[in-house]
């Protein structure tokens, strides 16, 4: 399991897998911890990210194969695939809007992608390495990026004026940045890497605020509750931890099996995590409340 994302009413999950599937689950009203498998795509590839579209009616992932495919969620239908970078693609990101899709790709560039006319409208270079992940800020007038372990840095991009902002904190041996979340109101972006470390920055001033100790091996996830209040965490030390934002301190620690946990996200209302491993491509629910 690779990626995991909550379509924007709650009602469904996707997840990714390398097995070149992507999976759409049904989230039982009577049953809110028993997933129901409703479909599936196949992709061209192995497939790293996915991401819904702000409206819940499109889906992208993003794949090995060096390509973006877009679908339709309600039929399963590829409607569109785009094509640019030259390494395989390893993170997808929508804009709030939903009119710009943002891919981080193995070739060191962030690709920008309308949706109007599935045409790429620009590309970012900054990163010396690896691209692994990337988020749009709430106001989509923000996208950060991160590099794997020979970068090491966050670039804050400032789209309208076409400048960035470079964040550097996390281990010099061993800071591969593995996720990156902005917080719902903006002000806030949390990351998790090969350091076994999280860290919380201050986007007005690039200043890290705390880092967040804990867990025994690379953080793979990193998410912020919908309320801003909590970060969750997944861990190749096979455990999801959650956090709370104001003191930095640990709130509880699931263990959730035998597996690494690479892919955390939290349910639009806040009160489940879904939680992917590398184990048997099962999705992990997991109550918050």
């Not at 819904?52 to 973006?68: E, H, M, Q, V």
């Not at 193995?106 to 691209?131: A, R």
């Not at 970060?231 to 190749?236: D, E, L, N, R, T």
């Amino acid at each position: 399991m690779t990626s995991v994302a909550f379509s924007p009413n709650g009602q469904t999950l996707a997840s990714a897998c390398d097995d070149k599937t992507i999976k759409i689950w049904h989230l039982a009203d009577k049953e809110p911890r028993m997933l129901r498998e409703t479909g599936g795509f196949s992709c061209s590839s192995a497939v790293n990210s996915v991401a819904f579209s702000p409206d819940g009616k499109l889906l992208a992932s993003g794949n090995d194969d060096k390509t973006i495919q877009l679908w339709e969620t309600s039929t399963g239908k590829e409607l569109s695939t785009f094509k640019g970078h030259k390494e395989k693609v390893y993170s997808v990101a929508f804009s709030p809007d939903g009119k710009t899709l943002a891919s981080g790709s193995k070739d060191k560039s962030v690709k920008l992608w309308s949706i109007d006319t599935n045409k790429e409208t620009s590309t970012l270079h900054g990163h010396c390495d690896e691209v692994f992940c990337l988020a749009f800020s709430p106001d989509g007038k923000i996208l950060a990026s991160a590099g794997a372990s020979k970068d090491k840095t966050i670039k804050v991009w400032y789209l309208a004026e076409n400048k960035f902002l470079t964040l550097k904190g996390h281990s010099e041996e061993l800071g591969g940045i593995y996720s990156i979340a902005f917080s719902p109101d903006g002000k806030t972006l949390v990351s998790g890497g090969t350091d076994k470390t999280i860290k919380i920055w201050l986007l007005s001033s690039g200043l890290e605020l705390r880092t967040l100790g804990g867990h025994s091996d690379d953080v793979c996830s990193v998410t912020f509750s919908p309320d801003g209040k909590q970060i969750a965490s997944g861990s190749k030390d096979k455990t999801v931890r959650l956090w709370q934002v104001e003191t930095g301190k640990e709130i509880r620690t699931f263990t959730v099996g035998e597996d690494p946990i690479y892919c955390v996200v939290f349910s639009p209302d806040g009160k489940t995590l879904a939680a992917g491993g590398n184990g048997d491509n099962t999705v992990m629910l997991l109550p918050c409340d």
